[in-house]
């Protein structure tokens, strides 16, 4: 098996769990030719033996010789050659077909292939202002975005640039400029095609600019830092489309604003300029096709086939999860078994420091030494590429992943995915299973694992959710002025405007529809003058206004630094990490804060390998290898995702049931447990209990608001406790509750969750609430506040939260409603305090509190006592933890005896 | 107030929670590295436009060390200015802020290396000065004792469960004292870097600056201290 595996090529007649013999039309061929330097290259001869049509059809009988069909897979786009799509043919359809061109339509010929429904779609509406597709992962996307692109460009040749593709990771780019090479190469199409992103040479890229290919592939931040140029204006000249994939991801983040920013000051330069968009299944197309959209010109929406729905099920083992913790160690031998059952199994973790465990005791317990590799975003570039190569070739079994994978690379032969830890978001999970769809018209395979005994009944509402079609989706709020602010000094960098123009402009752009002047006034006058209060000098200013009216820089070499920080992604202050020596080779980044808590001789887990911290180097974290088996566990930063309002309705809804008779004993008598002792928490009511535990007055608030919000609720809530007297000690917030413990208990909860109490007490803890901080310091650094990058150095994370830190005390003293304190307050009441959920519950449950006094530790309860993070309530925790150490100190040294006397 | 009272050299000296140093005897306030005008400096270069509040942010803590000391000598120890002749580019307010501080007062402005010109403040401007067996200069020298100094910005760096909590600090040893930085907004340099390492003798102390300054064994690198 895992030679023919290494072989990289499936047998022709029976892909494992393949549907082989499920009849299709003839002839055709819907996905994208493989690239040309993969080992499962369709049209690399080397490789393959017979020829790419033969492959496809043997008989009348449609095989699937290449399971993998690349990013551009072939099961949806068959199946929707069978079925009609949803808003597919459109009136006309057939007399008004668009014709490919001969040279494309030849080579498509010469391979038996047709062009499938949406694809055509795709054609038909090429003259679309804005135009939206939305298929399934795999769904042969891509392809139906470049090829009115290939058409127009083999119809009328022509020199400059015609299409930009902009995709959220520079992996993809390059991926698609290799994909595309094959049919502009076999069917000598008159293109060039080249991508450009962080990673392209400075020569070529210079190059670019001088002379641009028909078709660019890049980034939204490479796009803003083309934009930023004086020549912007030539280089796009003659653009006609632009191709954004995966919309729906970017659409999630402040890299989708500033890309409408950028958009729409292509738009301007290029008037009739076309946008596509191309997205995953979601929830809410009209909220991507708003995104996208320009001006007046609203946006079309295609919906292609989605395909059969996904074979999904949770893992049930007959040891039951743990209470707590997100390990799921207990699930290993399980889906050992099922690494050995599939070809290639993904095998998706919520946060990099549990996939690192989870690799770790994987290979712990892997006896038959299956290839398992892991890949994160922590992991050094050469090791994931090594990895990505091995997924590619099918030299791997099963990989160990997080979010780095959620994205279309295809990733090679997946027929399962597993995830562990509660989903958390139905959207995603379904993005995810979607890796495992390589074979056309059969289901994409996945299982979930629960990684404790909550997460059981969170992963039923889940599998619920998913085969009801009920995918989540928090609403986003308009564009962030943090993004505009950039993006006027982008403008300006790019030569001088006029601010009615740029505000015309901006306001072109989806996220930025709302925006008012005054509101872009405060963020022009900020990045001309930082916009403070204390009215400064004339060298203060970074932009100025000249006699004519036009804005430009008052130093015209500020643009260099202007153009080193454009960007909006925050990465989390790390250091590499590298074995020790002269050019030890780099393995990964930590986070700074974990590594400033290692002393020598410390063992943590990089890239599945124990190491033992020697020492900083410079700013390097440097190792050693060793055969210890207990590693101290580093902590990667990684997303936290609150689990989504939507599963959370389904896990309470769940509840109401007389029985779970889908739930696995365990869980079952668990909540049987809690209904017979307390209760079950209701849809529309708060639960909240009390009772004595560990010499302690415990309340435990149910309020189903995810993770920040119960967080944010327990900051709250303390506060009110302790203006009321009853002296609360600390908290631990979950998805779905919170616990509070403290000396005295809580009688009457009631008066705890007056909402315009709570909001009240909102502004005092946050102004100097290190969440503030945080959010603080990435707004500023979008903003141009604070420079990440001075003369292509970056600026260490510590030296960049020290000064943020105290930038952000002084503006809160001097300056407290300065713009940036007021994005920084928008930024954390919708990111990290998410008190719109807290908002929400409240309207949910009204008065309709259900307190319970109970003797001791409730079922449902019971698991809190075993989270991680709680939250000691003290202002003075650093002054009493720097005592601690300075007394332990002074005693070692012996200090405290020689030493003159304390006050 | 909270202090740190010492003796170096014979002089029964005070380090303040502020990171300013108090002679009690002699009725002298020092402090080091105020670095006034940093962000109109940062912003005149076409760098990062911060907050202009910085210079009334270190005179405050100024004014509040002297009326709480009472002090009637001060010794500003070298880059009070962060640029030459940026105390000109100084809003008014803060200018008169300084007269006021300095009326009454016998000021001495020790040149650094972001003010070696002497500025267009009264007071007396020195490159050092000695006050009975204490030498005041900005950067330590090799080979000298009884010196009080500034430049580095020293700061400590304790990690307790997990957490690294940093504070400015002085330095202190038998030869030598380091005041941390006292201006607002100023960076430093952990006192287990290399030069501090080997500036400071193997028993250095470091006095930590905060709501009770104390002292401890000076933190270093982590292979001289195995």
Not at chain 1, 471 to 491: K, Y
Not at chain 1, 655 to 667: E, G, K, M, Y
Request: glycine fraction near 8%.
């Amino acid at each position: 098996m895992s030679a023919r595996m290494e072989s990289g090529i499936a047998p022709p007649a029976a892909p494992p769990g393949g549907r082989a013999g499920k009849p299709a039309p003839r002839g055709l061929c819907p996905s994208w030719p493989q690239v040309a330097n993969s080992p499962r290259d369709i049209f690399g001869q080397k490789k393959h033996k017979g020829s790419a049509a033969f492959a496809f059809r043997v008989g009348r009988k449609v095989i699937d010789p290449v399971p993998d069909r690349s990013y551009l897979g072939a099961r949806a786009t068959l199946t929707a050659a069978v079925k009609p799509v949803l808003l597919l043919p459109p009136p006309g359809y057939f007399s008004t077909m668009t014709r490919l061109p001969d040279a494309l339509q030849h080579w498509f010929d010469t391979r038996g292939w047709q062009v499938h429904p949406h694809q055509k779609a795709m054609l038909d509406r090429a003259d679309a202002a804005c135009l939206m597709l939305i298929a399934p992962t795999g769904g042969g996307k891509t392809l139906a975005g470049f090829l009115p692109t290939l058409s127009e460009l083999t119809e009328e040749p022509r020199t400059g640039l015609h299409t930009l593709y902009i995709s959220p990771l520079k992996a993809l780019a390059a991926d698609i400029r290799r994909n595309l090479r094959v049919p502009i190469e076999e069917a000598n199409l008159p293109i060039r095609v080249e991508d450009r992103t962080g990673d392209t040479p400075a020569s070529r890229k210079k190059r670019q600019r001088a002379d641009p290919p028909h078709i660019l592939l890049t980034t939204p931040e490479s796009l803003a830092l083309l934009t930023s140029y004086e020549d912007a204006p030539r280089i796009f000249a003659g653009l006609q489309r632009v191709v954004v994939d995966e919309i729906h991801a970017l659409a999630e983040s402040k890299r989708g604003d500033q890309l409408m920013l950028a958009l729409a000051r292509l738009q301007t330069l290029c008037p009739g300029l076309r946008r596509v968009g191309l997205s995953a299944t979601v929830e809410d197309p009209q909220a991507i096709a708003r995104l996208l959209a320009h001006g007046d010109f609203p946006c079309e929406i295609l919906q292609a086939d989605p395909g059969p729905d996904p074979d999904i099920s949770m893992l049930i083992t007959d040891e039951a999860p743990p209470w707590a913790g997100g390990g799921a160690k207990y699930s290993i031998p399980a889906v050992l078994e099922q690494v050995k059952r599939h070809r290639t199994t993904l095998i998706f973790h919520n946060t990099r420091a549990q996939a690192e465990i989870y690799f770790h005791n994987l290979w712990l317990a892997n006896e038959d030494s299956l290839p398992i590799g892991i890949h994160h975003g922590s992991l050094d570039r050469g090791q994931r590429e090594k990895v990505e190569a091995a997924m590619v070739a099918g030299h791997l079994r099963a990989i160990v992943c997080t979010g780095s994978l959620d994205l279309g690379i295809d990733w090679g032969d997946v027929d399962l995915v597993i995830q562990v830890g509660a989903p958390k978001n139905v959207k995603r999970l379904v993005q995810r299973i979607g890796r495992a769809n390589h074979r056309y018209n059969a289901p994409s395979k996945a299982i979930l694992v629960p990684a404790n005994r909550f997460e059981v009944v969170e992963c039923l509402a889940a599998l619920e959710a998913v085969r009801a079609h009920d995918l989540d989706g928090e609403p986003r709020g308009p564009g962030p002025r943090d993004v505009l602010c950039q993006h006027i000094l982008i403008a300006a960098a790019s030569g001088p405007f006029e601010a009615d123009t740029l505000y015309t402009e901006m306001r072109g752009a989806g996220p930025y529809a709302g925006l008012t002047r005054p509101q872009f006034d405060a963020c022009l006058e900020f990045c001309a003058t930082g916009g403070y209060a204390l009215r400064a000098y004339d060298q203060w200013k970074r932009l100025m206004q000249r006699p004519d009216g036009l804005w430009q820089l008052r130093d015209p070499r500020s643009a260099v630094r202007i153009r080193q920080n454009i960007g909006t992604i925050q990465d989390t202050d790390t250091l590499k990490v590298r074995w020790r020596g002269r050019g030890g080779k780099p393995l990964g980044e930590v986070e700074e804060s974990f590594a400033a808590s290692l002393t020598k001789g410390d063992t943590f887990l990089i890239g599945g390998q124990i190491v033992r911290y020697e020492g900083l180097r410079e700013l390097t974290v440097e190792v050693s290898r060793d055969p210890g088996r207990k590693p101290k566990i580093a902590t990667f930063m990684g997303t936290k995702f609150a689990t989504s309002t939507q599963l959370s309705d389904r896990i309470l809804r769940l509840f109401q049931q007389d029985d779970w008779p889908d739930l696995p004993p365990h869980t079952r008598d668990w909540l049987h447990l809690q209904r017979r002792v307390s209760r079950l928490p209701e849809p529309g009511r708060l639960l909240v209990e009390s009772f004595p535990h560990d010499g302690r007055q415990q309340l435990v608030v149910y309020g189903f608001a995810g993770r920040n919000a119960q967080q944010t609720l327990g900051l709250l809530l303390t506060k009110r406790m302790e203006e009321i007297g009853l002296a609360p000690m600390g908290f631990v917030a979950t998805d779905y509750a919170t616990l509070i413990w403290g000396l005295d208990a809580v009688t009457d909860p009631v008066p705890l969750f007056d909402l315009a109490a709570l909001e009240a007490g909102l502004d005092g803890w946050l102004a100097g609430n290190a969440v503030m901080k945080r959010t603080f310091r990435a707004s500023a650094t979008i903003a141009g506040l604070i420079e990440r990058q001075i003369g292509g150095q970056r600026k260490t994370g510590r030296q960049a939260t020290m000064s943020s830190d105290i930038l952000y005390d002084t503006l809160l003293k001097y300056d407290p409603d300065h713009l940036l304190m007021q994005i920084t307050r928008e930024e954390a009441m919708r990111g990290l305090v998410d008190f719109a959920r807290i908002r929400e519950m409240s309207a949910r449950v009204g008065d309709r509190i259900d307190h319970l006094r109970l003797t001791r530790v409730t079922p449902l309860a019971a698991p809190l006592f075993l989270e991680q993070g709680r939250v000691p309530v003290r202002g003075s925790a650093d002054e009493r933890l720097m005592e601690e150490e300075v007394t332990r100190l002074l005693n070692e040294s012996g200090l405290a005896q020689v030493g003159p006397k304390r006050p | 107030m909270n202090t740190h009272p010492f003796t170096f050299h014979g002089a029964a000296l005070h380090a303040l929670p502020s990171g300013a140093l108090y002679w009690e005897q002699t009725g002298l306030l020092v402090v080091s590295d105020l670095h006034l005008g940093k962000s109109a400096r940062l912003s005149a270069v076409g760098g990062a436009q911060l907050p202009p509040y910085e210079t009334r942010e270190t005179l405050q803590r100024l004014d509040a060390d002297l009326a709480a000391t009472g002090a009637t000598r001060v010794i500003c120890l070298g880059d009070s200015f962060d640029a030459p002749g940026i105390d000109a580019h100084l809003p008014e307010d803060d200018l008169l802020w300084i007269a006021r501080l300095q009326a009454g007062r016998d000021w001495t402005w020790i040149a650094g290396n972001h003010d070696p010109a002497p500025v267009a403040l009264t007071g007396a401007h020195r490159a050092e000065h000695r006050d009975g067996p204490l030498t005041f200069r900005h950067i330590a020298t090799q080979g000298t004792t009884a010196e009080v100094s500034g430049h580095y910005h020293p700061k400590a760096r304790l990690t307790v469960r997990g957490r690294s909590l940093t504070r400015p600090c002085f330095l202190l040893d038998a030869d030598r004292l380091i005041l941390p930085a006292y201006g607002a907004y100023t960076g430093g340099l952990f006192s287990d870097s290399p030069v501090l390492s080997a500036l400071m003798r193997p028993d250095a102390q470091a006095i930590l600056t905060g709501s009770r300054p104390v002292a401890i064994p000076m933190p270093r690198r982590a292979a001289s201290r195995a």
